[in-house]
């Protein structure tokens, strides 16, 4: 079924409004298609038929949610439309889904949280005179097309290739208001008071934390010292907080080797290179590390921070590298897990000093066996098993690798070398791999030497 097009909207504001409740909002349904390009829908036909062999094709577009506290006029719909139109393809916007029928799935973030982009995009939304916009929320939609009718089993092998269940969720029909019922479930304390790390001890196993016995004994000793009432939710924070992914706070804590505190830190230790006067400019100040570069010639404005006349000058460019992993979040979702560990990494390389520039970026990517049925290795072990909620090995390389590239091209920094490695192997009775996969991103980048 052919959408409404909003350039020939004909419909009353009362056709037009879907009003969840007058009190609180007034809400609104905007369709653009399509979703994907040609080459990344081929890409996604083609991991669709890997695990659903009858699947012939797919369709897809955007749905926009908007949620505002007051009814809009007519101009203001248009304005509204005009923000969200693609404008090189006025028609691909619509009031109404470009198709119809049966296997379509509607994926949206969950109503927990307002997305980034909702926050960005309500406030674009204020600075054109749409201030009542309370709410702006991107979800995608997508129709199966298959000659045979697919089973519950198949029809979770698709969903779990279209969506990340940790931040999104499958909707049976539009959202009606953003509004989510505030029951409060009861607060959980761990007696820590009373039980000491007895109590930690048992809270690991029931809730399957990630802290270590160091982590463990510190937290034990400070809820004693302070007199804290551990709540489960204050728990899972610090759990998370002292994850794998997160131990910046051991840069900067005493090191004590053999019971003899040590008189320097890691990060100081870090920074010691900043003394070699001849090569380091930066050593870790900001997130990345700089050595001494060139003067070279290069095409500068004139009068910085308006249009004017380019002119040549000799500048004097340092050398700006930094590196980092993003494993864990990988491990569960693979594809945006890499591209948000490229996306720090370009920050980190952009934030140096008052401002640097990214010019080229490596990725890494370690992992398991590979077990991919299409090209067997006759080293791998077929019997390895994996939990079904994180990344396969197979999965997280092929969706790391997109993930790191994909946000590389958006963000117009080129990936210009890339390397692989994996491992998996039974050493009499125990099994050795990286169940949990790494993923390396590091970054090269110039800084003018005046912003050092």
């Not at 790191?404 to 009775?429: K, Q, W, Y």
Request: aromatic share 10%; with cysteine.
């Amino acid at each position: 079924m052919r959408g409404k097009e909003i350039c020939n909207m004909n419909q009353t504001l009362e056709e037009f409004n879907a009003v969840s409740d007058v009190r609180r909002e007034h809400m609104y349904y905007f369709y653009r298609t399509p979703l994907l390009s040609d080459e990344r829908l081929a890409i996604l036909l083609e991991d669709l038929q890997a695990v659903v062999p009858k699947i012939s094709g797919i369709q897809t577009e955007r749905i926009f949610t908007i949620a505002s506290e007051k009814r809009l006029s007519n101009a203001k719909i248009r304005r509204l439309s005009w923000i969200l139109k693609n404008r090189h393809k006025p028609r691909s916007l619509s009031t109404e889904s470009f198709f119809s029928g049966e296997n379509i799935i509607e994926i949206n973030p969950r109503l927990t949280f307002e997305t980034p982009e909702s926050t960005n995009a309500v406030s674009i939304c204020k600075e054109i005179g749409l201030g009542s916009v309370t709410r702006l929320e991107q979800g995608r939609r997508f129709k199966i097309n298959s000659n045979q009718t697919l089973s519950r089993a198949e029809w979770d092998l698709v969903t779990r290739l279209l969506y990340d269940p940790m931040v999104e969720a499958e909707y049976k029909e539009r959202i009606k208001t953003f509004e989510v019922p505030k029951e409060l479930e009861p607060l959980v304390y761990i007696p820590v008071l009373e039980d000491g790390i007895t109590a930690l001890r048992a809270a690991k196993e029931k809730y399957k934390l990630a802290m270590d016995d160091f982590d463990m004994n510190y937290y034990a000793w400070l809820i004693q010292k302070f007199g804290i009432h551990l709540t489960f939710e204050a728990l899972k924070d610090l759990d998370n907080c002292n994850s794998e992914h997160s131990r910046h706070h051991v840069f900067r804590a005493k090191i004590v080797i053999d019971g003899k505190e040590q008189p320097f830190t890691l990060m100081e230790l870090v920074q010691a290179t900043l003394r070699n006067q001849k090569n380091s400019i930066i050593a870790f100040h900001d997130n990345a590390s700089a050595i001494k570069g060139f003067v070279v010639g290069d095409l500068v404005p004139s009068i910085p921070g308006m249009p004017s006349p380019v002119r040549m000058a000799e500048l004097l460019y340092h050398f700006v590298l930094t590196c980092e992993t993003h494993n864990h979040p990988c491990l569960w979702a693979a594809y945006p897990g890499a591209a948000t560990g490229r996306g720090g990494r370009y920050r980190d390389n952009g934030a140096v000093g008052r401002g640097g520039m990214s010019t080229g970026s490596i990725a890494g990517f370690i992992g398991g066996n590979v077990n991919d049925p299409r090209r067997p290795l006759p080293w791998e072990d077929v019997s390895f098993l994996y939990d079904s909620r994180t990344e396969s090995p197979l999965e997280f390389f092929i969706q790391a690798t997109r993930g790191a590239f994909n946000d590389g091209n958006e963000a117009g920094e080129p990936l210009t070398d890339v390397f692989f490695e994996t491992f998996g192997m039974r050493i009499g009775s125990e099994r050795w791999e990286n169940i949990k996969p790494i993923m390396f991103t590091g970054g090269s980048g110039l800084i003018r030497a005046e912003l050092v």
